[in-house]
């Protein structure tokens, strides 16, 4: 039986730049890769409204796992059929991993008053605030707000507040995951268990087994880096590498962003006449997965 090599990337500071949030530099490996039908999903902290603009600009037309593995959207059709465990909701086949944003921020509310002078939440901040903080367009800063499963928090405590929080936190049954910029609270959820279970629906609905390729930069991708059959860890211009805990093959790029993306897909998949060969044999022996 034939493998299917699947890519799962990180979006900001990962396919994205962290300053200027371009791609050009993987355009053209963008373009090798949909040429071979590998299927290239994002994993990100991002937004439903985010993506679904952002889909359109790279060009994208597979499923993608928004706000930190809460969520996963399917485009409906991209599978023969509907996936179990899903809800049809426009234009997707919806996938939910954890309880909406509403109870997120009221578990806040109760129990985190104390450390309200700490950190200022996504919910509080304006457009305007939200592009200071992040370089953020009004419009891409508008659709970054509107988040349905998880908050992110803006942290200006020191780091044994900080700690004390995360702990606050994990009494009341909420999780926290540090990003490239926010600490986000929610529920038990995180982009490896996404990617793990979205791998197991197209082995399902192929009938062939697959192989996963994740990147990412921070550490709120290392789960999805540690459950990933290969690893690529894209260098960041703000933070070390995150140390990861992985016994499958694991990559660190010499480039930053989108730059270090193509280097190390380029590498993995595209350099190597070995590996470029099989994967070609893999890509064209397999029906297009919808064709990302």
């Known amino acids: 039986m034939t493998t299917k090599p699947l890519i799962f990337t990180d979006i900001d500071g990962t396919l994205l730049d962290h300053f200027d949030y371009s791609f050009s530099d993987a355009i053209e490996v963008i373009e090798a890769l949909n040429e071979r039908h590998i299927p290239i999903i994002a994993n990100t902290s991002k937004t439903f409204a985010e993506m679904e603009k952002l889909q359109q600009t790279f060009g994208f037309n597979s499923p993608f796992i928004s706000e930190n593995g809460a969520v996963i959207y399917i485009p409906i059709g ?46 509080s901040l304006s457009v305007e605030e939200l592009c200071e903080v992040t370089d953020l367009s009004p419009d891409n800063a508008t659709l970054a707000l509107v988040r349905h499963y998880g908050e992110p928090l803006l942290w200006q405590g020191d780091d044994v507040s900080k700690q004390a929080f995360i702990e606050l936190m994990a009494s009341v049954g909420a999780h926290t995951l540090q990003g490239g910029r926010f600490l986000h ?32 930069d921070s550490g709120n991708d290392n789960a999805m880096l540690e459950a990933a059959d290969i690893a690529i860890q894209i260098k960041s211009p703000v933070h070390p590498f995150p140390l990861l805990t992985t016994k499958n093959p694991s990559i660190k790029s010499s480039e930053y962003g989108p730059k270090g993306w193509a280097e190390c897909i380029k590498q993995t998949l595209l350099s190597s006449s070995e ?9 064209v022996s397999q029906p297009s997965f919808g064709g990302a």
């Open 78 to 123: 991209y599978f023969s059929q509907q996936p179990q465990d899903t809800l049809t909701q426009g234009y997707y086949w919806v996938k939910e991993f954890c309880q909406p944003r509403q109870y997120w921020l009221e578990l806040l509310h109760q129990h985190a008053q104390a450390f309200n002078d700490n950190f200022i939440g996504f919910s």
């Open 185 to 216: 609270v929610g529920g038990d959820t995180d982009k490896g268990k996404a990617m793990q279970w979205l791998a197991a629906v197209y082995a399902e609905q192929y009938g062939t087994l697959v192989s996963t390729i994740a990147l990412g």
């Open 275 to 283: 590996t470029s060969s099989v994967l070609a044999e893999l890509a």
